[in-house]
């Protein structure tokens, strides 16, 4: 059964880093899926950049949660709508600091046959960087800050 057509608002935000436990549940889950032949993931994590002499420790991740959220269901329907045997699409993103080397950014898709889960997780993930209103504020080692702007 696909998850296209739902049309259900899904929180894809998640208090502190997405870690390792989640993720392999987040497989684990997947099973006793018959129809599923590929799984994809994009996992992001916190880089310690060194910017004029300073070191990124932790971004802070705040979001405006009901326009990222409504946000987000257009570009899962459209996702399903670019890739009808997708079989799963989950997103989730972190909220509140998350430090250097940690997981903040989770998109993973399933499908029968691997290329439509490379697509759609490729594509997915560039949508919501560069269209959900998800804010990073790099907190350095000197404790000041910086505003991180998606690249």
């Not at 018959?34 to 990124?56: K, S, W, Y």
């Not at 560069?130 to 907190?139: A, D």
Request: charged content about 25%.
């Amino acid at each position: 059964m696909s998850e296209a057509g739902a049309h259900k608002v899904r929180d894809i935000f998640v208090e502190g880093p997405i870690g390792p436990a989640f993720i392999a549940t987040s497989i684990a889950k997947h099973a006793t899926r018959m129809d599923i032949g590929a799984h994809e993931i994009f996992l992001g994590q916190v880089r310690a950049d060194t910017i004029d002499g300073r070191t990124t420790m932790a971004i802070e991740y705040t979001a405006y949660r009901e326009m990222a959220l409504e946000r987000m269901t257009l570009i899962r329907e459209e996702a399903f709508v670019r890739w009808p045997t997708m079989t799963c699409l989950h997103v989730h993103h972190s909220l509140g600091a998350i430090g250097a080397g940690e997981l903040c950014f989770m998109v993973f898709a399933s499908a029968p046959h691997r290329l439509q889960a490379r697509e759609a997780v490729a594509w997915v993930v560039e949508r919501v960087k560069s269209e959900l209103p998800i804010f990073g504020k790099e907190i350095m080692s000197d404790s000041g800050h910086l505003w991180k702007s998606n690249s």
